[in-house]
């Protein structure tokens, strides 16, 4: 599987708010998986200053994990094929 990094935007969000974007990427990555579709969320990174955010998923298609957070309702700027380099 490939690992995908989902950029966002989020100026103005919560600490509640981002745990709810989180609990729901989780929630409908779970869903897609268990009907047949393979995408797992791994982790999200925010950084407050800039209000940015980067999401990790590992899924066999881009296409699908756009699909996620589209029916998450989580707004993005980009998804691009990563490295997922933690020990």
Do not use: H
């Not at 590992?58 to 699908?64: I, W």
């Amino acid at each position: 599987m490939t690992v995908y990094m989902v950029e966002r935007e989020l100026t103005g969000i919560t600490m509640d708010q981002l745990g709810a974007a989180q609990k729901a990427a989780i929630e409908t990555s779970q869903k897609f998986t268990s009907e047949g579709r393979a995408v797992r969320y791994i982790r999200t990174t925010f950084v407050t200053g800039d209000a940015r955010c980067m999401c990790l998923f590992e899924s066999d298609s881009q296409d699908l994990v756009k699909d996620v957070n589209e029916t998450a309702g989580i707004p993005f700027t980009g998804i691009v094929e990563a490295l997922d380099l933690t020990p």
